[in-house]
């Protein structure tokens, strides 16, 4: 039996539930999100209690594999729609900067030239000082994701640390090379 899966996942007054055979539609004050339900899972809303149920329709090995998974990524819609999920970014380096400017965000991270990233539709994304960016969404997978393209341009380096790192990452630093100098 999935521990993760079999946990009812509460509901919040002011979020509206709507299910489908295939998908499942949640809407709160920040957005409305969907997700697919995979096949042989089954959600149910109990409207009085406010608790949303997952359940599998069978026990195969692919079923019982999904359980958990489908009810982690409902009780991520409901809580993105309520509180909404952040990612930080620092950015380390001489001369490396940051700045959002409409709907881009600007790197300039040691290249020949400034990099131009769009900002995805739905995600809130600020540059409070020039060496961090904040990203904010309702949808957990994008902000996740948006984070981790603007991190692989210039990912972080153990020697000097310069690059572009999570706000709670923790790079290991390498001693280099050092001068064995002559007598």
């Known amino acids: 039996m999935s521990r993760i899966g ?32 995979p096949p042989g899972i089954q959600a149910a809303f109990d409207e009085e209690k406010r608790i949303l149920t997952v359940k599998r329709s069978s026990e195969t090995k692919q079923v019982r594999a999904l359980h958990g998974t489908a009810r982690s990524r409902i009780a991520s819609l409901v809580l993105g729609v309520t509180q909404g999920f ?9 001369g490396y900067q940051a700045k959002v400017e409409g709907k881009e965000l600007i790197l300039q991270i040691g290249f020949s030239h400034p990099v131009k990233l769009t900002i995805p539709d739905g995600l809130k994304v600020v540059a409070p000082t020039v060496t961090t960016i904040q990203i904010s969404g309702a ?28 706000s709670d990452e923790q790079i290991r630093r390498k001693q280099g090379k050092t001068f064995a100098g002559g007598e």
């Open 6 to 37: 079999v946990m009812p996942i509460p509901v919040p007054g002011g979020v509206k539930i709507d299910i489908r055979p295939t998908e499942i539609h949640v809407t709160g004050p920040l957005a409305t999100l969907t997700h697919a339900i």
């Open 86 to 94: 952040k990612k930080g970014l620092i950015i380390g380096g001489v």
């Open 139 to 166: 949808d957990k997978p994008k902000v996740g994701q948006f984070a981790a393209e603007i991190r692989a341009i210039r990912p972080p380096e153990p020697y000097k640390g310069k690059g572009i790192r999570y």
